[in-house]
């Protein structure tokens, strides 16, 4: 395993179960220090306790950080809820609650970072969704979040590239976590859904968490020094497919 963030610090939201987690491993096996933040502990390694549901406590997160690490050179935005209603249906405050979760307390932890990301030259690297660029029924304010994630990468890029600090999105499609497992498990016909939902895709499965880790790792690396602003769709393909009656 190479080694590209051996000295590094690594802070990662949501990082004690599915995509979160294999980042943080991904990271760790790098080489680098890292802190993980959520509701509740990490048995993997050094953790934060965090109500991202609260933006106004993220500058306390970074801060945590830097207390104990002394730095910050990698700020991965993976923390994320999802609550399923139509438009018409959802209250005020679920919608407000997700967009707390997925976009403000992003952007409070970016904007807390930035200092200690510009001592360091470092990268922020977001995980947003393939329903940032398209959408499944029932998730109006999930899709609304995520889109709204992807344009703040592409602000923070503008606005901070000159300073050293890149930022990069990355668009996961359906990825093969406990929580969509225990989706799976909840329908009908847990059997039939798996092969159809990887039908959907051009690759013909479905994705790992450790595909997004590795995606995440290297846009938070030197190898993409170059890439700055943009959002990276791992979704086998899904989003490039058109539909037609079979």
Not at 17 to 38: K, L, N, P
Not at 41 to 68: L, M, N
Not at 206 to 231: H, I, M, N, R, Y
Request: charged share 20%; proline share 5%; hydrophobic share 45%.
């Amino acid at each position: 395993m190479v080694t590209r963030f051996s000295g590094k610090v690594a802070l990662v939201t949501g990082g004690r179960s599915g995509i979160g987690r294999a980042i943080a491993r991904r990271f760790r096996e790098e080489g680098a220090r890292v802190i993980t933040a959520q509701r509740g502990s990490d048995t993997d390694g050094e953790w934060i306790e965090a109500d991202f549901a609260a933006p106004q406590s993220a500058p306390a997160v970074i801060a945590e950080v830097v207390k104990r690490a002394g730095r910050l050179d990698v700020l991965v935005n993976n923390a994320g809820v999802m609550q399923e209603a139509r438009a018409e249906d959802m209250p005020l405050a679920d919608f407000e609650r997700t967009l707390a979760v997925n976009l403000v307390t992003p952007f409070m932890l970016i904007k807390a970072a930035l200092p200690h990301l510009r001592a360091s030259r470092g990268a922020i690297v977001n995980i947003g969704s393939i329903e940032g660029l398209g959408s499944n029924p029932h998730h109006a304010a999930y899709c609304a979040s995520k889109a709204g994630l992807h344009g703040l990468t592409r602000a923070i890029a503008v606005d901070h590239g000159a300073e050293g600090i890149r930022c990069n999105a990355v668009a996961p499609g359906w990825i093969d976590t406990d929580l969509n497992e225990a989706f799976v498990d909840a329908t009908p016909d847990p059997v039939a859904f798996r092969a159809n939902i990887g039908k959907i895709h051009p690759v013909g499965r479905t994705g790992k968490p450790e595909e997004v880790a590795a995606l995440t790792a290297w846009l938070a690396s030197d190898e993409a020094a170059f890439v700055a602003g943009q959002v990276w769709t791992i979704d086998g393909g899904r989003m490039a497919k058109l539909s037609l009656p079979s």
